[in-house]
Nanobody, 125 residues
Framework: QVQLVESGGGLVQAGGSLRLSCAASGRIFNVPTMGWFRQAPGKERDFVAAVNWSGLNTHYANSVKGRFTISRDNAAKNTVYLQMTSLIPEDTAVYYC?????????????????WGQGTQVTVSS
């Protein structure tokens, strides 16, 4: 079993910043791709960002490019971060960390094998 635990969510004003963290534990094999998705009320779960095993290959949704940065801890490769800056009210959602054992970085939720419980991010205008 694999457990993913997110932290760092909260309430922030528009233009502010937050840093989300996700720690993976349990029976983890190799160094998997890790990603962030988000889901606003009444909407589907959308891709936000993902990073491969080395941390050198990153993907971002167009809506967050230039504002969000995904990274992983090289000393603990199963810890991933999402630095969010210039936040806007449209970024309000529950943010989920996910782990994927696939061989390439995917932006599709169906490709991810394990999910965290999510952390709420609320951006006020």
């Amino acid at each position: 079993q694999v457990q993913l635990v997110e932290s760092g969510g909260g309430l922030v004003q528009a233009g502010g910043s937050l840093r989300l963290s996700c720690a993976a534990s349990g029976r983890i094999f190799n160094v998997p791709t890790m990603g962030w998705f988000r889901q606003a009320p009444g909407k589907e779960r959308d891709f936000v960002a993902a990073v491969n095993w080395s941390g050198l290959n990153t993907h971002y949704a167009n809506s967050v490019k230039g504002r969000f940065t995904i990274s992983r801890d090289n000393a603990a490769k199963n810890t991933v971060y999402l630095q969010m800056t210039s936040l806007i009210p449209e970024d309000t959602a529950v943010y989920y960390c996910a782990l994927d054992y696939g061989s390439f970085v995917s932006e599709r939720a169906v490709d991810y094998d394990y999910w965290g419980q999510g952390t709420q991010v609320t951006v006020s205008s």
